[in-house]
């Protein structure tokens, strides 16, 4: 739902775009994106890939391989007609593979940016911390194998497991440290900062300092410890004032957030039902099955 109702928000110009911003602040019906027709509450990559990834962990045991996550991700992308979302390079590349191993023969996995991050939540669930950095790692080596790429996924997937499994009354005084204690010294040592720096507020871009990548995870970090989680409303209304790559912000952000808030009741009921209408093989009740059943894997 955070995917699909930010999207349209995503990398708004101003001048130009206050229109668009200020109608999606009011929260009253999805939206289009000025320059981009992704369609009314259609969701884009950062579900679709996150979808994929949660089925491989639904559908078999580990060890989890490579082929896993490349046949999941072609899959996915076919069962959701070819949608607009992705960047344009990677986009055409999807279009042009068939198989997962045709997709790992063929893979560039040089990106610094925020693809391994967004799909990287539902693997929150694993049940130890080393395996959640293990698997993390390995699917963001497909196509990220950057210390930005590895690092974000990992950061990612800590925030989702520790939201799952650790007892805490606030995630907001206990996360930052939680990440410090449990990524590699790598992480720490290039990336610490941003678990110790509070987030500008600015648009969530790649900067002469960070790539998008590291600006999402200290964005994410910000959205999710900064406001109330017992209301996703907040979260998601700064993501969208921030700016910039609103859709996987809070796609992430609202994911995390969400595991411990299952009944909000301060989102529109919109938001919910007219998520990804008009195509049977996708949409919000193929979502809540996904969970499910994610879920009910790994509560076993």
């Avoid at 076919?78 to 344009?88: F, I, L």
């Avoid at 925020?114 to 799909?119: D, F, H, I, S, T």
């Avoid at 606030?170 to 440290?177: I, K």
Wanted: negative net charge; charged residues 25%.
């Amino acid at each position: 739902m955070g995917d699909a109702y930010a999207a349209p928000t995503e990398y708004l110009k101003f001048p130009g775009d206050e229109a668009v911003r200020d109608e999606a602040l009011k929260f009253e019906r999805y939206l289009n994106h000025p320059r981009h027709e992704l369609g009314l509450g259609r969701y884009t990559d950062d579900t679709e890939m996150s979808v994929a990834n949660a089925l491989v962990l639904i559908e078999n045991e580990p060890p989890y391989t490579p082929k896993m996550f490349a046949d999941a991700w072609v899959r996915e992308f076919a069962r959701g007609g070819k949608r607009k979302g992705y960047s344009s390079k990677f986009q055409a590349f999807l279009e042009r593979v068939k198989t997962g191993e045709e997709f790992l023969a063929n893979i560039q996995p040089n990106s610094n940016k925020n693809g391994a991050a967004m799909r990287a939540v539902p693997f929150g669930v694993l049940r130890t911390v080393a395996e959640v950095l293990e698997v993390a790692t390995m699917q963001a080596k497909i196509t990220h194998d950057t210390p930005e790429g590895l690092f974000s996924a990992r950061a990612v997937a800590l925030m989702s497991h520790c939201a799952f499994y650790v007892e805490c009354t606030c995630l907001r005084s206990f996360l930052p440290a939680y990440c410090l204690d449990n990524l590699p010294k790598e992480d720490i040592e290039r990336f610490g900062y941003v678990f110790s720096e509070k987030w500008s507020g600015g648009p969530v871009r790649t900067t002469k300092r960070d790539s998008v990548a590291i600006a999402t995870v200290h964005a994410v970090l910000e959205a999710v410890t900064g406001y109330p989680y017992y209301s996703l409303r907040p979260i998601l209304a700064k993501i969208i004032e921030w700016g910039g790559d609103t859709d996987s912000v809070a796609a992430i952000a609202l994911g995390i957030a969400g595991i411990r808030n299952q009944t909000d009741t301060f989102l529109p009921d919109f938001i919910f039902y007219d998520l990804e209408q008009g195509n049977s093989e996708t949409g919000a009740n193929y979502l809540l099955d996904v969970g499910q059943r994610l879920i009910e894997k790994f509560e076993k």
